[in-house]
Each structure stands twice: as structure tokens, then as C-alpha cells.
């Protein structure tokens, strides 16, 4: 396994997550809750929340396509700055959406002390958006199993997202995976602008049924 900053935060969350789930006082201090935030300026919940999960289940699938995603937008970053500041711009893009997609939701819940989530789903689809905005037509698994175009799935992610966030009672971020998808291509295209070219050229030259 290459040592990348991809595979250091695979570790690195998976270590926090299980260290939380073997000890709730921790698990309590590092998860996003709007409420507390908002009454105790405990806004560093915002990006620890990212590095702690509700299950094994939950981590696993997060690590998983987090690795399967990573390390191209981490090469890419580096093919187009360099070793050190690629790395350097692609650890502030994955960390700024986990911080970024959580404000949504830190206003809409900021005065229910019933809500709370975890996880580094919103962070885990930015960079699978920057993954389908470079690559549209890639084969990606639905649910791991049915092929479909990175186009597609991207378009069906964010509309389910969004209807999920105005319609399900589950708990899940939703608005965390619909901004922390549009936050990552948006973070590509002004550190990257080169990437619109890509993306476009892609889109037509690459285009399956031409």
C-alpha cells in the first residue's frame, strides 16, 4: 500500500472511529451536534464529526469508497501542483468539505437538542463528485452492483439527497452529502480551472454512443 495522504486518513479515521465506538464519552465529544455548537462555540464538532462513525457497517463502506476514490483526486492534485502542495491543497479540499457540508445542517438544527450525526459521507462525496466531474463516463457500481455512468449516478445522488433532506425522518445528514457533493466539484474547478476543459472535452469526445 503506498504511503499518500489518502491511506493516512483511512487510518487515521478508522483509528478515531473505533477508539469512539469502544468509548461514548469520546464518541459525544466528537460528533456534530448543532445544538451544542451553537450554545458552546463547540464549532471543531464540524470536522471531528467526520472522523467518528455510528457503526462498523457505516465505517467500512465510508473507508472503502473513500480509498476506492482518493487516491486519484489525491494524484491528480499532485499531478497539477506538485508532490507537496498538491497533497497540501487535497487535504484542505477533503477537510473543508467535511467542515463546509455540515453548515447546512448546523442552521437548520442549531435549536434541537435531538439531533446529531457523524460520519465522513459529506467529505466521502465530494470527492466522489470530483472523481465523476473528471471522469463522466466511468462505469461506477450502484449499490455496488448495477453499472451506471459517474454522470448519472451523480445526478440521481443529488437528487435523492435533496428529496431525502426535505422528506426522511432517518436521521442521516442528507444535506451534508448534497453540499459536500457540489462543495468538492466547486473546490476542483477554482483550484484546478484546467478541469472544465477536461470535463467538457470528456462529455463530448467520450461520449459512449458516438
Known amino acids: 500500500m503506498d504511503i499518500n495522504l489518502t491511506n493516512i486518513l483511512v487510518l487515521l479515521t478508522g483509528l ?46 465510508n473507508l472503502f469508497v473513500f480509498y476506492q476514490f482518493g487516491g486519484y483526486v489525491e494524484s491528480y492534485f499532485v499531478l497539477h501542483h506538485g508532490l507537496v502542495l498538491g497533497r497540501v491543497l487535497y487535504l484542505l479540499v ?18 434541537n437538542p435531538s439531533y446529531a450525526s457523524i460520519g465522513a459521507s459529506g467529505g466521502v462525496s465530494g470527492i466522489i463528485f470530483i472523481f465523476c466531474f473528471l471522469n463522466p463516463w466511468s462505469m461506477l457500481g450502484l449499490y455496488f452492483i448495477i453499472p ?27 444535506d451534508a452529502h448534497f453540499y459536500g457533493a457540489i462543495l468538492g466539484i466547486l473546490m476542483l474547478v477554482v483550484l484546478i480551472p484546467s478541469s472544465i476543459k477536461q470535463f467538457l472535452s470528456k462529455i463530448i469526445e467520450d461520449f459512449p454512443w458516438f
Do not use: C
Not at 478515531?16 to 451553537?38: G, V
Not at 477533503?94 to 435549536?111: E, N, P, Q, R, T
Open 16 to 61: 478515531i472511529s473505533y477508539m469512539a465506538f469502544n468509548n461514548r464519552e469520546l464518541f459525544n465529544r466528537l460528533k456534530h451536534y448543532p445544538y451544542q455548537e451553537h450554545r458552546e462555540k463547540e464549532y471543531y464538532r464540524m470536522l471531528s464529526s467526520g472522523f467518528v462513525h455510528g457503526s462498523m457497517t457505516h465505517l467500512l463502506i
Open 148 to 174: 451506471i455512468p459517474a454522470i448519472i449516478f451523480a445526478v440521481l445522488y443529488l437528487y435523492y439527497s435533496s428529496w431525502a433532506s426535505k422528506n426522511s425522518n432517518d436521521n442521516i445528514d442528507h
Open 94 to 111: 477533503y477537510l473543508g468539505i467535511i467542515v463546509l457540508a455540515d453548515v447546512a445542517s448546523y442552521y437548520k438544527h442549531k435549536d
